[in-house]
């Protein structure tokens, strides 16, 4: 049997846990599905802070400013980390030292895509880089490390760094997405039909294959 190619838009940000459990789970879902399927990703921007400082921000000052403290998010954070082991994801909170501004990761997403990248390795490499690692994915060496181990072109990668290519069309989107209500990731369209926000189980996303591979039968 040959696969069904499914398209799905994916809202995400590479520093959002959310993001990386429900991409996790998406693939699960995909792997435990009763027929094979090929999913074709394109991953669209969000930041979870827009506003951050282009060097990012040292992490318990954000943790101060977003939950009053770190006791405040130990809870938040303990659940997230139990959500991720249920998904194969062992999260490593402990090491992030910094809060980095997702935008250039973003603009890197973009030219992967534009340019025939492997796009959704990028997007393992810095959810892991993130959260296995403590690494500063705001930064250029972090993201440079993702491309390289994800496959990318690293020359052109670099150059892309060193520009400003698709820091208009990124921010138009976000605002975009914004100005739609979106005010959370992730969120995943299929097919620009249905919708499903959060990180979902597997079962949620199996009812969507259904919908979709039926329409497309009759």
Request: negative net charge; aromatic residues 10%.
């Amino acid at each position: 049997m040959s696969a069904a190619i499914i398209n799905v838009d994916v809202f995400s940000d590479p520093i959002c846990p959310w993001c990386f459990i429900g991409n996790r789970r998406l693939e699960q879902a995909v792997a435990s599905y009763e027929q094979p399927i090929n999913l074709a990703t394109t991953w669209r921007c969000f930041q979870l802070n827009p506003s951050m400082p282009a060097d990012g921000m040292d992490r318990l000052t954000y943790l101060a400013a977003k939950f009053g403290g770190p006791e405040r998010a130990k809870a938040t954070y303990e659940h997230i980390h139990l959500k991720g082991l249920e998904s194969g994801i062992e999260f490593n909170f402990s090491a992030i030292q910094r809060t980095p501004n997702t935008l250039n990761a973003h603009r890197l997403l973009r030219w992967a895509q534009v340019h025939g990248q492997d796009a959704n390795a990028l997007m393992k490499e810095l959810f892991e880089a993130y959260f296995l690692k403590g690494r500063d994915i705001g930064n250029s060496e972090a993201l440079l490390d993702c491309a390289a181990n994800a496959g990318l072109d690293e020359a052109g990668a670099t150059l892309l760094l060193q520009g400003d290519d698709y820091r208009q069309e990124i921010e138009e989107e976000e605002g975009t997405a914004r100005a739609m209500g979106l005010s959370g990731v992730p969120l995943f369209v299929f097919d620009q039909q249905y919708a499903l926000s959060g990180a979902q189980e597997p079962q949620a996303y199996h009812r969507i294959f259904d919908l979709l591979l039926t329409a497309e039968a009759a």
